[in-house]
């Protein structure tokens, strides 16, 4: 990577290194190319300066994938505005919540997407919490106290020149999953994205497939990637892994990175994924085993990658020619100027290699800082309280392998204190999925009177013995990680997000509350 040039390389000059955009459904595809949506980003910004948008003006954006994000991004980034990322998947709570806070002027939404009642679930928001003062509808009027833009008028408008980018203003906010609390907003300005794509350029191949959302950062970092690499874009409004598979085959897709589910389909597709080249996945499904394996019997070479909102997706990933350690999360850091440490949460010191402990990050590609109500300040106390010596305190329980190198084990809030010792509940969970019925395995802590005790949840499709259960466990563990209690539910509890589902750990501990006496 050539560093001498980052400053003077802005976001707009990455977009437009992108090839063209290619947008696939089931029945056909959409091709638009660099110059033509370079073209729709002039006019969307004379549009938006006409309608009176300021530096700084944030704008919420909720929206599928597609050329119209892709082009609002640009357009923000010229514009010195901020996009908040809105999960298509959130409805009336969540909205007014990331939207209120963020203090939108703006918002985008498409009114014919999913056949999703966007009008009906704005109708239940008290319009004053939301503080929207216009809705850009891609189909009809938006009903409610605003202005409708359409967007067929942002694209008749005088184009604009105007380019207010810097690597110091900010461009984009993210929400955190909230499964614990309420989802804090992440804001990144333009120098780290800017500098992450570039970080990633030697990874990304020719043609790029986004599957994954990009209102969350995974799906977004697909992009940078893209950007950085100079290629083509592939994308999806929604998940479909025979679409997905398909496009990867007609286009000779050479990058993809998604979930570990996602990934699972698309190799069990039956397409034919040779051109594939450079594949990573996130582990959001413990249950899920074996998907490098099934990936390597259709040629396809797979790793465990790393990343979360604050310092990107894609923050570190494996080695392919290691295969023994391929599918493990974490990895070596993707960029030169990035470093990770383990520290003891307790006493805050470093820990030797191969200890477990608290994940520690600094690098480029690190965020601003957490957005404080109202999104025009950084709430400094919040952020600073994740911070130690300029060093990011992840949340993550790992270990270093080397100084390059970490292995990430699982949440640090999910671990539990058992017998006085830390335990990493994927221990218990691994002992239990080895009877053939167990399909999936969560183990949270409850705190009783003789100390924190182990509760297991258990999916099966058979009726568990929670005896037997408990006596494998018995014969395999130290008596400190036998649950005292094996629970079977028919799903676990879930908070959606735009990377996966996420399990709500907090509702898990409520429940074991409830059953254990």
């Given at each position: 990577?050539d560093t001498e040039?980052?400053?003077?390389?802005?976001l707009p000059?990455?977009?437009?290194?992108?090839?063209?955009?290619?947008v696939?459904h089931?029945?056909?595809d959409?091709?638009?190319?660099?110059?033509?949506?370079q073209g729709?980003v002039d006019?969307?910004c004379?549009?938006l300066?006409k309608w009176?948008?300021?530096?700084?003006?944030?704008?919420?954006?909720w929206l599928?994938?597609?050329?119209?994000?892709v082009?609002l991004l640009?357009?923000?980034?010229?514009?010195?505005?901020?996009?908040?990322?809105?999960n298509?998947?959130f409805?009336?709570?969540?909205v007014?919540?990331?939207?209120?806070?963020?203090?939108?002027?703006?918002?985008?939404v498409?009114?014919?997407?999913?056949g999703?009642?966007?009008?009906?679930?704005?109708?239940?928001?008290?319009?004053t919490?939301?503080?929207?003062?216009?809705?850009?509808?891609?189909?009809?009027t938006?009903?409610?106290?605003?202005t409708t833009?359409?967007?067929?008028?942002?694209?008749?408008?005088?184009?604009?020149?105007?380019d207010?980018?810097?690597?110091?203003?900010?461009?984009i906010v993210?929400t955190?999953s909230g499964?614990?609390?309420?989802?804090?907003?992440?804001?990144?300005?333009?120098?780290?994205?800017?500098?992450?794509?570039?970080?990633?350029e030697?990874w990304?191949?020719?043609s790029?497939?986004?599957?994954v959302?990009?209102?969350?950062?995974?799906g977004?970092?697909?992009?940078?990637?893209?950007?950085?690499?100079g290629?083509e874009?592939?994308?999806?409004?929604?998940?479909?892994?025979?679409?997905?598979?398909?496009?990867?085959?007609?286009?000779?897709?050479t990058t993809?990175?998604g979930?570990?589910?996602?990934?699972?389909r698309?190799v069990?597709?039956g397409?034919?994924?040779?051109s594939l080249?450079?594949?990573?996945?996130a582990?959001?499904?413990?249950?899920l085993?074996?998907?490098?394996?099934?990936?390597?019997?259709?040629?396809?070479?797979?790793?465990?990658?790393y990343?979360?909102?604050?310092?990107?997706?894609i923050?570190?990933?494996?080695d392919?020619?290691?295969k023994?350690?391929?599918?493990v999360?974490?990895?070596?850091?993707v960029s030169?100027?990035a470093?990770?440490?383990?520290i003891?949460?307790s006493?805050g010191?470093?820990?030797?290699?191969?200890t477990?402990?608290?994940?520690l990050l600094?690098?480029?590609?690190?965020?601003a800082?957490y957005?404080?109500?109202g999104?025009?300040?950084?709430d400094i106390?919040?952020?600073?309280a994740h911070?130690?010596?300029?060093?990011?305190?992840?949340?993550?329980?790992?270990?270093?392998?080397?100084?390059?190198?970490?292995e990430?084990?699982a949440?640090?809030?999910?671990?539990?204190?058992?017998?006085?010792?830390?335990?990493?509940?994927a221990e218990?969970?691994d002992?239990?999925?080895?009877?053939?019925?167990v399909?999936?395995?969560?183990?949270?802590g409850?705190?009783?009177?003789?100390?924190t005790?182990?509760?297991?949840?258990?999916?099966?499709?058979?009726?568990?013995n929670?005896?037997?259960?408990?006596m494998?466990?018995?014969?395999s563990?130290?008596?400190?990680?036998v649950?005292?209690?094996?629970?079977q539910?028919?799903?676990f509890?879930?908070?959606?997000s735009?990377n996966?589902?996420?399990?709500?750990?907090?509702?898990?501990?409520?429940?074991a509350?409830?059953?254990?006496?």
């Amino acid at each position: 990577m050539d560093t001498e040039n980052l400053d003077r390389l802005s976001l707009p000059d990455l977009f437009s290194r992108i090839s063209r955009v290619i947008v696939c459904h089931e029945d056909e595809d959409k091709k638009t190319s660099s110059q033509q949506i370079q073209g729709e980003v002039d006019r969307i910004c004379g549009g938006l300066e006409k309608w009176g948008i300021k530096p700084g003006d944030r704008v919420a954006v909720w929206l599928p994938n597609g050329v119209p994000y892709v082009e609002l991004l640009w357009a923000a980034a010229r514009l010195g505005i901020v996009v908040v990322s809105v999960n298509t998947r959130f409805r009336s709570t969540e909205v007014e919540d990331i939207i209120g806070r963020s203090g939108a002027r703006l918002l985008v939404v498409d009114p014919s997407f999913l056949g999703i009642d966007f009008s009906g679930i704005l109708s239940r928001i008290d319009s004053t919490k939301l503080g929207v003062e216009a809705v850009v509808s891609l189909g009809g009027t938006v009903e409610g106290p605003w202005t409708t833009i359409h967007w067929d008028e942002l694209l008749r408008s005088s184009p604009s020149g105007v380019d207010r980018s810097s690597p110091s203003i900010p461009w984009i906010v993210f929400t955190t999953s909230g499964t614990t609390s309420a989802p804090k907003l992440v804001l990144h300005h333009q120098g780290s994205p800017a500098e992450h794509a570039l970080d990633l350029e030697r990874w990304f191949g020719q043609s790029v497939l986004a599957a994954v959302p990009l209102c969350g950062v995974f799906g977004y970092t697909m992009l940078l990637g893209a950007m950085g690499a100079g290629s083509e874009l592939v994308t999806m409004p929604v998940f479909d892994a025979s679409v997905a598979a398909s496009a990867i085959e007609r286009y000779g897709v050479t990058t993809f990175h998604g979930s570990d589910e996602m990934l699972l389909r698309i190799v069990e597709s039956g397409r034919d994924l040779s051109s594939l080249n450079a594949v990573g996945y996130a582990r959001f499904d413990n249950a899920l085993e074996g998907v490098v394996e099934a990936a390597s019997q259709v040629g396809v070479d797979a790793i465990g990658l790393y990343g979360m909102s604050e310092v990107h997706a894609i923050y570190s990933h494996r080695d392919r020619d290691n295969k023994e350690r391929s599918s493990v999360p974490g990895g070596t850091l993707v960029s030169s100027r990035a470093e990770a440490r383990v520290i003891d949460p307790s006493t805050g010191n470093d820990v030797p290699e191969g200890t477990e402990g608290e994940l520690l990050l600094k690098g480029p590609s690190l965020f601003a800082g957490y957005l404080a109500d109202g999104g025009t300040e950084i709430d400094i106390a919040l952020t600073e309280a994740h911070f130690v010596d300029g060093w990011f305190r992840t949340g993550d329980l790992a270990r270093l392998e080397n100084s390059e190198t970490f292995e990430y084990l699982a949440r640090l809030g999910d671990v539990l204190r058992l017998g006085g010792f830390l335990v990493n509940p994927a221990e218990i969970e691994d002992c239990l999925l080895q009877n053939p019925n167990v399909e999936a395995v969560q183990v949270v802590g409850i705190d009783l009177p003789g100390g924190t005790k182990p509760v297991a949840f258990v999916i099966s499709q058979k009726p568990i013995n929670e005896d037997e259960l408990r006596m494998k466990c018995r014969s395999s563990l130290a008596a400190y990680k036998v649950p005292v209690r094996i629970l079977q539910l028919d799903e676990f509890p879930v908070t959606p997000s735009a990377n996966g589902s996420k399990i709500q750990k907090v509702r898990l501990r409520e429940l074991a509350m409830e059953e254990v006496d």
